[in-house]
């Protein structure tokens, strides 16, 4: 059963960077489709981005479009979520996830795995 353990979250000031990491274990990471989900408080679960098992395909929320860029390393088990030109309406736990069948998918619902999340807090 794949484990998966969020890091690099903060409180940074509106403008700034921070970059998230999600660190898999315990299952076939390279055969999985990866993703990040934020959610506020108060508000549903949002799709932030999601690539394919390759790396081949990605996709974005539309309000991340631009400033946020998801990538993995197959080797490290590890997938990245770079974060730039940071808003405070970005503040949000900010949750990685696996789809076991390898695509990348904007919808909770075709997710096996979550993680525990990482607080993001942007600061005006």
């Known amino acids: 059963q794949v484990q998966l353990v969020e890091s690099g979250g903060g409180l940074v000031q509106a403008g700034g960077s921070l970059r998230l990491s999600c660190t898999a274990s315990?299952?076939?990471?390279?055969?999985?489709?990866m993703g990040w989900f934020r959610q506020a408080p108060g508000k549903e679960r949002e799709f932030v981005a999601s690539?394919?098992?390759?790396?081949?395909?990605?996709k974005y929320g539309d309000s991340v479009q631009g400033r946020f860029t998801i990538s993995r390393d197959n080797i490290k088990n590890t997938v990245y979520l770079p974060m730039n030109s940071l808003k405070p309406e970005d503040t949000a736990v900010y949750y990685c996830?696996?789809?076991?069948?390898?695509?990348?998918?904007?919808?909770?619902?075709?997710?096996?795995?979550w993680g525990q999340g990482t607080q993001v807090t942007v600061s005006s």
């Open positions: 996830g696996a789809v076991l069948w390898g695509h990348a998918s904007p919808r909770a619902v075709d997710y096996g795995a």
């Open positions: 315990g299952g076939a990471f390279s055969s999985y489709g």
């Open positions: 690539i394919s098992w390759n790396g081949g395909f990605t």
